[in-house]
């Protein structure tokens, strides 16, 4: 039975959004706290919407340094 919805995420409690990110619960907790994360607080209860809590860790990535051209910084990188 479709209740219209279908195209709601499931939204990830903070125990949750902790085992996935392989980080304590408090430190959820403390993220939302300083509101560093985003949620959802509905009737008091925090809850996370898992694509934007892709597009938050996206925003977060560093590239990985390159030793090689660390070395050589003369060569300049190929762009693809």
């Known amino acids: ?7 709601l995420p499931k939204l990830l409690k903070p125990a949750e959004l ?21 949620f959802v607080k509905l009737a008091g ?4 919407d898992p694509q934007e809590i892709n597009n938050w860790l996206t925003e977060r990535k560093h590239p990985a340094r390159n030793k090689f051209l660390e070395k050589y910084p003369e060569i300049p990188p190929v762009r693809g």
């Open 45 to 48: 209860v925090v809850r996370f």
């Open 18 to 38: 902790s085992e996935h990110l392989a980080v304590p619960k408090a430190t959820i907790y403390s993220w939302v706290r300083r509101r560093d994360i985003p």
């Open 1 to 7: 039975m479709d209740n219209g919805n279908s195209h």
